[in-house]
């Protein structure tokens, strides 16, 4: 048997595995917090994104019961190329 392979786990050997141990577990913890705030910030993002559609199909429910605008004329093709546009929307060409 050779030396150093008979001698076990010393005081230095369990220093440095802890060392490691508490390096990987602070890097793990670290990995998770950032994808839990990445996650968080994802749903603010989608829930500011439906709350402006929830108003938009305010908006236009209020066009159709005031007769401001028939649900024929939000169908057209050119009013929902304007809605669009309006909306941020471009077109390839």
Excluded: H
């Amino acid at each position: 048997m050779s030396g150093r392979r008979g001698e076990g786990l010393t005081d230095e050997k369990m220093r440095r595995i802890a060392a490691g141990a508490t390096a990987a577990g602070v890097l793990l913890v670290l990995f998770l917090v950032i994808i839990l705030v990445v996650q968080f910030v994802q749903i603010g993002i989608a829930n500011r994104r439906s709350a402006e559609y929830d108003d938009a199909i305010r908006q236009y429910e209020q066009l159709l019961q005031n007769g401001e605008a028939t649900l024929e004329t939000l169908q057209a093709e050119e009013t929902l190329r304007e809605l669009a546009i309006q909306n941020g929307w471009t077109f390839p060409g």
